[in-house]
């Protein structure tokens, strides 16, 4: 089975200064990793994706993410967070190993609150 | 390009009335998802459909239903509703049965929230 760890409910960060939000998993085979956000009453937006190659990976509005297999980590960064990175941020795996029959299930963690604070 | 869109936005049902939330699939794309969102949780997959066949399917119960039609849109439909099925549901579309190319990257639409008294 698949799983996605964030430990961080929330992270606090002053604007300007660097944004990390931790991501672990657990799958049987190489995994597919994304991060989405969702902002207030609003559907998930991607921002990146690691699939193969370069462990560093750069996505969407400044975000980048570095996998980690060793440590079977899938941080999310951003160098320089703004007031309007506040959201809720999600990471979420997909087991490459697993066959067509497991279609398009994402598994999802718990999710961890940004707030950028002025 | 027309991003997925979902029907209705919000609704309230009463304890064991049924329910159908609808789905049109983004342009280009053939398959469908379903999550259901519980407040202050991650997404959780539902089921999934291709070719109007369902493919893959979450730890829910079979009074979670679903379609899928000729042009791709979806409908989920819950029987029986219970308090607990109160939630946010999310509907995502991708191209194919791994989705995104093969890399399973799927696009969300803004989401139906139910609420059940």
């Known amino acids: 089975a698949q799983s996605v760890a964030q430990p961080e409910d929330q992270v606090n960060v002053a604007e300007g200064n660097p944004l990390t939000v931790k991501c672990t998993y657990s799958?049987?085979?190489?995994?597919?990793l994304f991060w989405y956000v969702q902002y207030p009453n609003r559907g998930l937006q991607f921002l990146l994706k690691?699939?193969?190659?370069?462990?560093l990976v750069k996505g969407s509005y400044g975000f980048e993410a570095e996998f980690n297999k060793s440590q079977t980590s899938f941080h999310l960064k951003k160098p320089s967070a703004l007031v309007s990175d506040s959201a809720l941020y999600f990471c979420?795996?997909?087991?490459?190993?697993?066959?067509?029959?497991?279609?398009?299930?994402?598994?999802f963690g718990g999710g961890t609150r940004v707030l950028v604070k002025p | 390009e027309t991003g997925v869109t979902q029907s209705p936005t919000h609704l309230i049902k009463t304890r064991g009335q049924q329910v159908t939330l609808r789905c049109s699939s983004q342009?280009?794309?053939?398959?469908v998802s379903w999550y259901q969102q519980a407040l202050g949780q991650g997404p959780q997959f539902i089921f999934q459909?291709?070719?109007?066949?369902?493919?893959g399917r979450g730890n829910f119960p079979p009074r979670f239903s679903g379609l899928q039609f000729p042009n791709y849109s979806s409908e989920l439909n819950v029987n029986a509703l219970e308090l607990d099925d109160s939630a946010l549901y999310l509907c995502?579309?991708?191209?194919?049965?791994?989705?995104?190319?093969?890399?399973?990257?799927?696009?969300f639409g803004e989401g139906s929230r139910l609420t059940v008294l």
């Open positions: 342009s280009g794309h053939n398959t």
């Open positions: 799958v049987s085979g190489n995994p597919y």
């Open positions: 995502a579309s991708s191209f194919g049965l791994a989705g995104g190319g093969g890399t399973g990257e799927l696009f």
């Open positions: 459909y291709y070719r109007e066949e369902e493919n």
């Open positions: 690691y699939i193969t190659g370069d462990n």
């Open positions: 979420a795996v997909r087991d490459q190993g697993v066959g067509q029959a497991a279609g398009n299930k994402l598994t």
